[in-house]
């Protein structure tokens, strides 16, 4: 906190004196007054202590260690009071500038505990002043004679004049040089120019030369330096010690240190104004401010009182504050407000001046140029309009009379009247059995014949039978349980309806009354009321564990899982299943869903929002399926069942596999040519066998067509020169298909001339051609010529073609296994 300003945001404020920079003599006792002001409301007990005292140079780590004892202080709101505390400087105390740490609190909870003031300042300790034991040191002096009790008084702005007297007392020529190192400290913002060090020259006519900076001496010569020191114009009033210290060139670690005192004279300045920022108004209070400035040195304490200097004192005047205190060069600004009277009768309607003064005395008698300030507030007059307000209300008041005379000598007999009708909510719901409840109220009970509720849907259709009571008797007997009677107005809650179902209703209520010879009637309707059917369950999940599953796997049933809603809806749940093909669908399991229920206990949740089943088992052979889960609901017939349909699932049987196909014994080639002899019936062995389940489909074709997984037959070769396939082709449950295939080549050989061996034809090798059998080997053709098997060559060698060197064009390859 800056010692020159004044915290006003804070319930407590201080100020030191002495202010800046306090200098204290080593072995030496320091006195330091401590003013503490409180700005609040509250009073309070303040402790005012110094929490610790630190050298200036941080590394260092010297501290004071004997800190004074702490002080106490009772003030009420708005009062000050003053402290003295008492600071023991040691004698052995390092010299230079310390900072000391002045805390100001009123730690009670009931008083000020967060609003701790901290004010850190400065202390110089200078060393302790003694005559010197030796004789050759360097002496001065100050002129003129200054002390604590005894200050030179100066004005700010005035100019010091200090001569510094030195006197060399040692045998050799020495040269001096002065300075003031703590007018920053004194006064903050020293400027440079205030302080000017002028060094003159000896008297004594040595011829020895005096620089500007310094002065120099001869052994045992006088000389004398000039300081001219003017007094800053921002500088407070009080005492000041501004140190001198002397400097020696042959001795330069030689510290010669002297104090001077002045007393700066009290500038009482202070500049008051009072501005009028709101000075004419109509209902609001008026508002002014008071300006204060401190321009004098010294602390300014005000109080403030205003009163009215009209006969009527009609006004309310409040002060923002009624004590304020003003540091040197310190401003603030007061509000006051004035408040009009209350009663909106005392506004005149041509308006009104209300005078004040506001009267400013100084708490420490210091007078004042002018402590009276006038003030004015002006009351504007009522607008046109009240007039012609009042004119209104007297016209008002006439015609009031007047009604209110026909009203007492022709006042109409009342009639009965619909005041309220309405349901005791306007939601229902079916599943708890609840009826439309209404409550109406009527007036002139004794008037009413009859009443009459009917119920319409938002169309108009009449959903709910009318229902009239009987009132030319008093209450029903039905209703007496329901309705009061009190000064002929009928209440009547809770009156249950028929309206029961799902739906929309608007109630309508009609009175019938008589009035002279005729029968009038009056009606009302609700707004609509709602009953909310049964909610009806909702499959939110359905579906399998997986999407395909392996038929000789462990989990090779299909599971499924689903999540319903509302499952205390639930009457049982059907669940179908039909192939991808279009299969005619079948029923797979209807469950019963109650907590005793094998699929409840074994497989499924139930919530209070969900019926959660998971992994419940359903086909296990191969194919493709789709299954379709539908829920029967407890109550009502929905138009619709709820019903949900799965994603295509497929069980896949294990691929069959052709483990042996053979031809006359052997393995089958690709492609096998058989010379042929006309009138000759030959055949040809084929041998199979298929691994598989027993549900795998095997097919040998163009014929025999569907055979056993092993077996074999005797293949009829064709008598003329033909090409055919044979095919050996396994299929799946699940529609997985492998085939082997093979094309045979029967080639029909010449009858040649006898004796002939020398043909174009070859012998057929045993090793190269299959074994056929005769077809027929007891027959023989009675056609041909009986000769001998051995000169009848073929027409060309029996070949086993090889697949690698002799392969089918792609149009001829067989079926590969899928």
Not at 65 to 90: A, F, H, M, Y
Not at 186 to 192: K, L, V
């Amino acid at each position: 906190m800056n010692q020159h300003n004044l915290t006003i945001q804070k319930p407590l404020t201080l100020i030191t004196n002495p202010a800046g920079v306090i200098t204290a003599q080593a072995g030496k006792n320091l006195k330091l007054k401590v003013t503490v002001f409180n700005e609040g409301y509250k009073n309070v007990l303040v402790n005012v202590y110094i929490e610790n005292i630190k050298y200036k140079d941080s590394t260092s780590g010297i501290n004071l260690g004997r800190l004074p004892s702490p002080q106490k202080l009772g003030l009420n709101p708005g009062q000050s009071g003053e402290v003295e505390i008492e600071i023991d400087i040691p004698r052995e105390l390092q010299l230079g500038l310390y900072e000391y740490l002045l805390i100001v609190d009123a730690p009670a909870p009931e008083h000020y505990p967060e609003n701790r003031v901290e004010h850190t300042g400065t202390l110089l300790v200078k060393s302790f002043i003694q005559s010197s034991n030796i004789t050759s040191d360097p002496t001065f002096s100050l002129e003129p004679y200054s002390s604590s009790s005894k200050p030179i008084p100066i004005n700010v702005g005035e100019k010091l004049e200090i001569k510094v007297k030195v006197d060399n007392r040692s045998q050799r020529v020495d040269r001096f040089s002065l300075s003031c190192p703590d007018l920053n400290l004194i006064w903050a913002d020293f400027p440079q120019d205030n302080c000017q060090i002028k060094y003159l020259k000896n008297s004594s006519g040595s011829k020895l030369l005096s620089i500007a900076n310094s002065l120099e001496l001869n052994p045992g010569e006088e000389g004398e330096i000039v300081l001219e020191l003017t007094v800053p114009k921002t500088s407070m009033a009080g005492i000041h010690s501004p140190t001198i210290r002397l400097y020696s060139n042959n001795q330069p670690h030689l510290v010669l240190l002297d104090i001077f005192h002045i007393k700066v004279s009290d500038v009482y300045l202070l500049d008051i104004a009072m501005l009028t920022k709101v000075g004419k108004v109509k209902n609001l209070p008026g508002l002014f401010q008071l300006q204060f400035y401190n321009q004098g040195n010294t602390l300014r304490k005000l109080k403030l009182n205003v009163d009215s200097t009209d006969q009527e004192k009609l006004c309310t005047y409040i002060l923002d504050a009624e004590t304020i205190s003003l540091l040197p060069g310190g401003s603030k600004n007061v509000n006051l407000k004035v408040q009009l009277p209350q009663s909106w009768w005392r506004r005149p309607f041509y308006g009104k001046l209300f005078n004040f003064i506001v009267e400013i005395e100084d708490s420490y008698d210091v007078p004042l140029i002018n402590n009276r300030f006038p003030g004015a507030l002006i009351w504007e007059s009522r607008p046109w309009w009240h007039f012609l307000l009042l004119a209104l209300l007297i016209l008002g008041v006439i015609v009031t009379g007047a009604v209110l005379v026909w009203w007492l000598l022709f006042k109409p007999k009342p009639i009965p009247a619909i005041v309220q009708f309405y349901p005791e909510s306007i939601f229902y719901k079916e599943i708890n059995n609840d009826a439309v409840q209404l409550n109406w109220q009527i007036t002139e009970l004794n008037k009413l014949k009859n009443i009459k509720i009917t119920g319409f849907s938002p169309d108009g259709t009449i959903t709910s039978a009318p229902v009239v009571y009987d009132f030319q008797e008093g209450i029903p007997k039905q209703l007496q349980q329901l309705c009061t009677n009190e000064q002929q107005i009928l209440n009547c809650q809770n009156v249950i309806t028929d309206a029961r179902k799902s739906g929309s209703y608007n109630f309508e209520l009609t009175i019938f009354y008589q009035q002279g010879k005729e029968i009038l009637s009056k009606s009302l309707k609700t707004n609509k009321i709602i009953v909310e059917p049964i909610p009806q369950p909702q499959i939110t999940l359905l579906a399998s564990t997986k999407p395909v599953y392996e038929e000789n796997s462990v989990d090779n049933k299909i599971l499924l899982n689903w999540e319903i809603n509302h499952p205390e809806q639930i009457q049982n749940l059907t669940l179908i299943g039909k192939s991808s093909e279009g299969g005619i669908p079948s029923l797979l399991q209807r469950y019963d869903i109650n907590t005793s229920s094998q699929l409840i206990q074994q497989y499924c949740q139930i919530t209070s929002e969900k019926l959660i089943c998971k992994n419940i088992p359903t086909a296990t052979k191969p194919g493709n399926y789709i299954f379709e889960l539908a829920v029967i609901p407890k109550y009502g017939k929905p138009e619709k069942i709820e019903s949900k349909k799965t994603d295509l699932i497929k069980i896949k049987s294990p691929a069959p596999i052709i483990s042996e196909f053979k031809i006359a014994g052997e393995d089958a080639k690709p492609t096998y040519v058989f010379p042929l002899v006309p009138g000759q019936e030959k055949s040809l062995a084929i041998s199979w066998k298929v691994i598989g389940n027993k549900n795998t489909k095997i097919e040998l074709l163009p014929a025999p067509g569907t055979v056993p997984q092993q077996g074999n037959i005797d293949y009829s070769l064709s008598s003329s020169s033909t090409k055919s396939t044979i095919t050996l082709q396994a299929i799946s449950e699940s529609g997985e298909k492998v085939s082997r295939s093979t094309i045979i080549e029967t080639v029909l050989s010449p009858i040649l001339p006898l004796g002939n061996s020398k043909s174009g034809g070859l012998p057929v090798s045993p090793s190269l051609s299959p074994k056929l059998s005769d077809g027929n080997q007891s027959k023989k053709n009675p056609n041909l010529p009986s000769v001998k098997p051995s000169v009848i060559p073929p027409l060309i060698n029996p070949v086993v073609n090889d697949p690698e060197s002799n392969s089918l064009p792609p149009a001829e390859l067989p079926p590969q296994a899928q």
